[in-house]
């Protein structure tokens, strides 16, 4: 399949917002609001918001309900419950699925707390027609609530490396996040959907790492949502409190699985950064070093004979 049969990037079609929402009544309604306030989009663009709902229990569900009840809006919201809390890797699953079985064109995908500015979605719509479908998936820049690069969304390329300069109209990425991605419906399609075993973490880099091995993938800079997250630190178990450390038993299983699609050098970075980690957990003055430094090489070892399966739509 050639890439220019893999995509469907020109008007008109038809665009769904995924947003994976779970117990965030008030971002999530900001960020449909962000939504719902697109401009500039070209005849023949179709937008409307699929809020895939990780079974809240804060009142998501009536108050999405509300909002779809509102005929008076060019963009319309659907409700889409998983039924069961399937973290962020399940809800993107099950929200991409959503998007190829209803017919979309194509998804841009997204966490709760991401805030698009009114012309994201039209500068990823305008670099998509200029490169005549010709990629795997577009990518916004993401900002903090204070304007500085949010850390944790910062896309690499190459694959080892945070791109740095975000002036660019376009430039190629091969790592990117959920907050704010454009993926032709056809790519998931070939490609597959995320990985929804993974729960937390790694499911964006592995799925577009997945894509980037084999299409060409894209940073747009005249893209920019804001991601309001609670601090713009990126999760780290050599400096993180104890209350967070059971989550990184799932980081560095699920790592391995993105970083063996790599062969040699990827099982090399694997063993230096494990190695990097615990000699940074021994300096930090941390509590629960034992603790840190078990989760690292245990989760590791798990991640090893981890194979989840890849999901496809259809």
């Known amino acids: 399949m050639s890439i220019e049969d893999s995509t469907t990037a020109q008007a008109p079609c038809r665009v769904a917002a995924v947003v994976v929402t779970y117990n965030r009544r008030e ?3 900001e960020c449909i609001e962000r939504l719902r306030g697109q401009e500039g989009l070209a005849p023949g663009v179709a937008l409307e918001v699929l809020v895939i709902d990780n079974a809240s229990t804060d009142g998501t569900a009536e108050a999405v309900a509300a909002l779809a009840a509102d005929s008076g809006t060019a963009v319309p919201v659907r409700y889409c419950s998983t039924g069961a809390n399937l973290g962020g890797a399940g809800g993107f699953s099950f929200g991409m699925r959503e998007a190829v079985e209803r017919g979309f064109d194509l998804a841009w995908v ?5 805030m698009a500015n009114p012309d ?8 998509a027609e200029g490169l005549e479908g010709g990629f795997g998936w577009l990518s916004s820049v993401a900002r903090w609530k204070d304007g500085s690069p949010c850390r944790m969304n910062i896309q690499r390329h190459p ?5 740095e300069d975000f002036s660019p109209a376009v430039q190629p990425a091969t790592l990117a996040s959920f907050v704010s991605l454009l993926v032709p419906v056809p790519v998931i399609r070939r490609f597959g959907l995320p990985i929804k075993e993974f729960f937390i973490w790694t499911d964006d880099w592995e799925f577009t790492r997945r894509v980037s091995r084999e299409l060409p993938c894209y940073v747009v800079g005249g893209s920019v949502v804001t991601h309001a997250s609670a601090t713009n630190n990126p999760g780290n178990i050599m400096t993180d409190g104890p209350d967070r450390l059971d989550r990184y038993e799932l980081v560095y ?10 062969g040699l050098r990827g099982w090399a970075y694997v063993v230096a950064r ?7 957990v021994l300096r930090c003055q941390q509590p629960q070093k034992a603790r840190r430094i078990g989760i690292i090489w245990r989760s590791t070892l798990r991640g090893i004979g981890f194979r989840p399966p890849i999901e496809h739509v259809g």
């Open 120 to 127: 994201s979605l039209a500068a990823l719509l305008q670099a």
């Open 253 to 262: 299983r699920n790592d391995v699985v993105l970083y063996r699609g790599e």
């Open 274 to 280: 494990g190695l990097y980690h615990t000699v940074g």
């Open 159 to 163: 694959l080892f490396r945070d791109i």
């Open 27 to 29: 971002l999530l309604m």
């Open 110 to 114: 997204m966490d709760d707390d991401c």
